[in-house]
Nanobody, 119 residues
Framework: QVQLVESGGGLVQAGGSLRLSCAAS????????MGWYRQAPGKQRELVAD???????NYADSVQGRFTISRDNAKNTVFLQMNSLKSEDTAVYYC?????????????WGQGTQVTVSS
């Protein structure tokens, strides 16, 4: 089992910055993808960004150039630096770890952290 603990959410004015952190513990396979998703009220959960252990990152078009994902493999921690925040970034942000076992993938989710951007 994998446990994910997120931190760093909060209230910020438009144009401001926040940094989210997610620490993973438990049964972490050596090949995994860590990422951030978000869900705004009335909308489906969507990918924000994810990153492989080698540092290859993938971003949603809506955050490209504003958000940066990174990870510390030694500490099984993933970060999301969010700059130039907009009101439309307001959502609950969830951390996800995907253990990439041979032939199957197992996903684990964090509890979520609220990010609110005031305009």
């Amino acid at each position: 089992q994998v446990q994910l603990v997120e931190s760093g959410g909060g209230l910020v004015q438009a144009g401001g910055s926040l940094r989210l952190s997610c620490a993973a513990s438990g049964s972490i396979f050596r090949i995994n993808v860590m990422g951030w998703y978000r869900q705004a009220p009335g909308k489906q959960r969507e990918l924000v960004a994810d990153i492989t252990p080698g540092g290859s990152a993938n971003y949603a078009d809506s955050v490209q150039g504003r958000f940066t994902i990174s990870r510390d493999n030694a500490k099984n921690t993933v970060f999301l630096q969010m700059n130039s925040l907009k009101s439309e970034d307001t959502a609950v942000y969830y951390c996800k770890l995907s253990n990439m076992y041979p032939g199957t993938v197992r996903d684990s989710w964090g509890q979520g952290t609220q990010v609110t951007v005031s305009s």
